[in-house]
């Protein structure tokens, strides 16, 4: 069974930056669709941006222009670096497919102070 662990978040500052990083146990960015999504507190959990096995990207009109997703195949790792941080980025964030096939990991929280 496939484990996802996110990790990187932290308090910030609005203006500031953050490197997220989720650690697959297995080899699967070359067969998927991978996704960070956050889920802010009373909300429901939303895809901010996508990578796929060929280095396409997709972001949420939310994010664009300010995070950017990445992988390192070699460290089953995926990343996102997320640059100009705003109060409405506070969330829980998360790794996953797209298709949302493996079981969700704990998260890492991200807090952003005006």
């Known amino acids: 069974q496939v484990q996802l662990v996110e990790s990187g978040g932290g308090m910030v500052q609005a203006g500031g930056s953050l490197r997220l990083s989720c650690a697959a146990s297995?080899?699967?960015?070359?067969?998927?669709?991978m996704g960070w999504y956050r889920q802010a507190p009373g909300k429901q959990r939303e895809l901010v941006a996508s990578l796929t096995s060929y280095g396409g990207t997709n972001y949420a009109v939310s994010v664009k222009g300010r995070f950017t997703i990445s992988r390192d195949n070699a460290k089953n790792t995926v990343y996102l670096q997320m640059n100009s941080l705003k109060p409405e980025d506070t969330a829980v964030y998360y790794c996953n497919s797209v298709s949302g096939k493996y079981g969700w990991g704990q998260g890492t929280q991200v807090t952003v102070s005006s």
């Open positions: 297995e080899s699967i960015f070359r067969t998927n669709v």
